[in-house]
């Protein structure tokens, strides 16, 4: 025993304190961000409620505040959305999948992969410009929904990558053997135990892609301008808005009125985001469920 | 000689096995007798595994692995370049060391290998049939859609022999396969095994040396060399190995005196 002193240093009473501390310090950290977040909410329900109605989801843009609605930007959203999942679904699984399932592993994969990692990253402004030159100017598509499409497509398609390859490594390797055991071929692996297992995975990776898609003003400023748009897309080479210019507009003008009906355009906004991540989450549920119950 | 009538299912010969610069495998010659069960017994890291994974191609999957000699499979050469991998594995099955069921319901586990081999038969009557054969039909028969990680280690284990023997294989290796459960599992698999021996060949990699004294009619001992590669010291019925070894290391082994 006497030994033992000698050599531990035990210091309790401190180590129990730098714990209590340490924790107090990181319960701040989440404060910080909730309560944040929590402000804002708040701030743009209040401001908006009053603007929230049937007249403003059904009407067209207006000069009058009490008149004005954003019918065409929501449709155009909705337009976007469902072209850019249309893309960037099957390009972002299907690279995933090459990636993970087929690709040799060599300094070109490699190259490759941390292209992808950085690409996440650039600003949105810059796939806006590339849309422009690239879609808009080159392929001739003019300012349409299905060149804005694109344009959002190539800005996530690293976010569904990303997230896509992450889920497909988890599924255990065991998995794949017992399929190859059986005389599976390649894509009977993939199609029969490995995307089943990581549709969950691949889901969020999508959630995540869409969400961004669904706020960014930037490059849609840059494909559609700051069209004031009475009419709805009707084809994907219609003209459009998307509900981040709308609001964007409302915000910029002088009147007061017209930043209540931003805030209204932006819980219209957090609406919809939501609606789709409920989906999502619905259909992932459901594929977990099959397997553990 | 009648491809499915000749005593040997399965015979290597000269063969080695390589991962990239790592010789695993040495020379190894080894009959594997038709309807029998074929026990490969060693120390760690000896290559039977390596070796049970020849037998069904899978070393394939390996990018850096080199297969050489040859191994004839009734009367074609199982490495040939005219020879599917894919084909081989429908024929040669196999079933893992811990229990790996997909995450899917039982029945769709036992109907996975049927679909992908493009089973035009009755499909609920084959799952049944492969369920009765692993000895799980009368505990599962009631919730056949239910998870199948809902089964316990022994229960998934005995499916995951299910499903391989849904496509009707005429061997099935069998990778260490109760070394992850429970005495009285293990005994469930061990039972199973000597009933399946009466129309499947089968190869068993196991530690345990009570287990292929148990299950086995055949056994062959590999052991490592100096540059860690494994090769087979001894082959020949089990009850001659276990009683009187002809060779001294095989004795020393199974006498427990090194492991």
């Given at each position: 025993?006497?030994?033992?002193?000698?050599?531990?240093?035990?210091?309790?009473?401190?180590?129990k304190a730098l714990g209590s501390a340490v924790y107090v310090v990181f319960l701040a950290a989440v404060?910080?961000?909730?309560?944040?977040?929590?402000?804002?909410?708040?701030?743009?329900?209040?401001?908006?409620?009053?603007?929230?109605?049937?007249?403003?989801?059904?009407?067209?843009?207006?000069?009058?505040?009490?008149?004005?609605?954003?019918?065409?930007?929501?449709?155009?959203?909705?337009?976007?959305?469902?072209?850019?999942?249309?893309?960037?679904?099957?390009?972002?699984?299907?690279?995933?999948?090459?990636?993970?399932?087929?690709?040799?592993?060599?300094?070109?994969?490699?190259?490759?992969?941390?292209?992808?990692?950085?690409?996440?990253?650039?600003?949105?402004?810059?796939?806006?410009?590339?849309?422009?030159?690239?879609?808009?100017?080159?392929?001739?598509?003019?300012?349409?929904?299905?060149?804005?499409?694109?344009?959002?497509?190539?800005?996530?398609?690293?976010?569904?990558?990303?997230?896509?390859?992450?889920?497909?490594?988890?599924?255990?390797?065991?998995?794949?053997?017992?399929?190859?055991?059986?005389?599976?071929?390649?894509?009977?692996?993939?199609?029969?135990?490995?995307?089943?297992?990581?549709?969950?995975?691949?889901?969020?990776?999508?959630?995540?892609?869409?969400?961004?898609?669904?706020?960014?003003?930037?490059?849609?400023?840059?494909?559609?301008?700051?069209?004031?748009?009475?009419?709805?897309?009707?084809?994907?080479?219609?003209?459009?808005?998307?509900?981040?210019?709308?609001?964007?507009?409302?915000?910029?003008?002088?009147?007061?009125?017209?930043?209540?009906?931003?805030?209204?355009?932006?819980?219209?906004?957090?609406?919809?985001?939501?609606?789709?991540?409920?989906?999502?989450?619905?259909?992932?549920?459901?594929?977990?469920?099959?397997?553990?119950? | 000689?009648?491809?499915?009538?000749?005593?040997?299912?399965?015979?290597?010969?000269?063969?080695?096995?390589?991962?990239?610069?790592?010789?695993?495998?040495?020379?190894?010659?080894?009959?594997?007798?038709?309807?029998?069960?074929?026990?490969?017994?060693?120390?760690?890291?000896?290559?039977?595994?390596?070796?049970?994974?020849?037998?069904?191609?899978?070393?394939?999957?390996?990018?850096?692995?080199?297969?050489?000699?040859?191994?004839?499979?009734?009367?074609?050469?199982?490495?040939?370049?005219?020879?599917?991998?894919?084909?081989?594995?429908?024929?040669?099955?196999?079933?893992?060391?811990?229990?790996?069921?997909?995450?899917?319901?039982?029945?769709?586990?036992?109907?996975?290998?049927?679909?992908?081999?493009?089973?035009?038969?009755?499909?609920?009557?084959?799952?049944?049939?492969?369920?009765?054969?692993?000895?799980?039909?009368?505990?599962?028969?009631?919730?056949?859609?239910?998870?199948?990680?809902?089964?316990?280690?022994?229960?998934?284990?005995?499916?995951?022999?299910?499903?391989?023997?849904?496509?009707?294989?005429?061997?099935?290796?069998?990778?260490?396969?109760?070394?992850?459960?429970?005495?009285?599992?293990?005994?469930?698999?061990?039972?199973?095994?000597?009933?399946?021996?009466?129309?499947?060949?089968?190869?068993?990699?196991?530690?345990?040396?009570?287990?292929?004294?148990?299950?086995?009619?055949?056994?062959?001992?590999?052991?490592?060399?100096?540059?860690?590669?494994?090769?087979?010291?001894?082959?020949?019925?089990?009850?001659?190995?276990?009683?009187?070894?002809?060779?001294?290391?095989?004795?020393?082994?199974?006498?427990?005196?090194?492991?």
């Amino acid at each position: 025993m006497v030994q033992g002193h000698a050599i531990f240093r035990r210091r309790k009473e401190l180590r129990k304190a730098l714990g209590s501390a340490v924790y107090v310090v990181f319960l701040a950290a989440v404060l910080v961000s909730v309560v944040g977040l929590l402000v804002l909410l708040v701030d743009i329900v209040t401001g908006g409620i009053p603007w929230l109605s049937l007249k403003l989801i059904l009407n067209y843009p207006s000069r009058h505040p009490e008149q004005a609605g954003l019918w065409p930007a929501l449709i155009g959203t909705l337009w976007l959305m469902g072209l850019t999942a249309a893309f960037s679904v099957p390009v972002g699984v299907g690279a995933a999948v090459y990636l993970e399932e087929y690709a040799p592993k060599n300094r070109l994969t490699a190259l490759i992969e941390i292209n992808i990692s950085n690409l996440a990253g650039v600003p949105s402004v810059v796939y806006g410009l590339l849309g422009a030159a690239l879609f808009v100017q080159w392929l001739a598509l003019d300012r349409s929904v299905l060149a804005g499409a694109l344009t959002m497509s190539l800005l996530i398609l690293p976010i569904v990558i990303l997230a896509s390859r992450e889920s497909i490594r988890a599924v255990p390797r065991t998995y794949r053997e017992a399929a190859f055991a059986l005389g599976a071929t390649d894509w009977q692996v993939v199609k029969g135990v490995v995307l089943p297992a990581a549709l969950p995975g691949i889901l969020t990776g999508v959630i995540l892609g869409m969400s961004r898609a669904i706020g960014e003003a930037a490059p849609m400023l840059v494909i559609s301008g700051l069209l004031f748009v009475t009419f709805i897309p009707t084809n994907p080479m219609d003209k459009f808005t998307v509900l981040p210019l709308q609001i964007f507009n409302w915000v910029s003008r002088p009147q007061e009125d017209f930043q209540g009906l931003a805030a209204a355009g932006i819980v219209l906004l957090l609406v919809v985001l939501l609606s789709m991540n409920a989906v999502a989450v619905f259909i992932r549920n459901r594929y977990q469920v099959r397997s553990d119950e | 000689m009648n491809s499915t009538t000749g005593a040997y299912v399965l015979e290597a010969e000269n063969l080695h096995v390589w991962y990239g610069e790592f010789h695993a495998l040495r020379d190894v010659y080894l009959k594997v007798g038709r309807r029998k069960v074929t026990a490969l017994i060693g120390p760690s890291g000896c290559g039977k595994t390596t070796l049970l994974r020849c037998f069904n191609r899978m070393n394939d999957l390996v990018p850096t692995a080199r297969v050489e000699g040859r191994i004839q499979f009734n009367d074609e050469d199982l490495n040939a370049d005219y020879v599917d991998p894919t084909d081989i594995r429908s024929r040669i099955g196999m079933v893992f060391q811990k229990p790996n069921p997909f995450p899917k319901s039982i029945y769709d586990n036992v109907a996975f290998g049927l679909r992908i081999n493009g089973y035009t038969g009755d499909m609920d009557e084959a799952v049944e049939r492969s369920l009765q054969r692993a000895a799980l039909w009368d505990e599962v028969k009631d919730r056949l859609n239910k998870g199948a990680h809902t089964l316990s280690g022994g229960q998934q284990q005995r499916l995951c022999i299910a499903r391989a023997l849904a496509v009707e294989p005429e061997v099935i290796l069998m990778d260490e396969p109760a070394s992850a459960l429970d005495p009285i599992a293990t005994l469930a698999i061990e039972e199973l095994i000597r009933e399946l021996a009466r129309d499947v060949t089968i190869v068993i990699v196991t530690h345990n040396m009570q287990q292929a004294a148990r299950v086995s009619d055949e056994t062959a001992f590999l052991m490592v060399d100096e540059n860690r590669s494994g090769y087979v010291v001894e082959h020949g019925e089990t009850n001659q190995m276990f009683t009187e070894p002809r060779d001294e290391r095989t004795e020393a082994y199974i006498t427990g005196r090194f492991s």
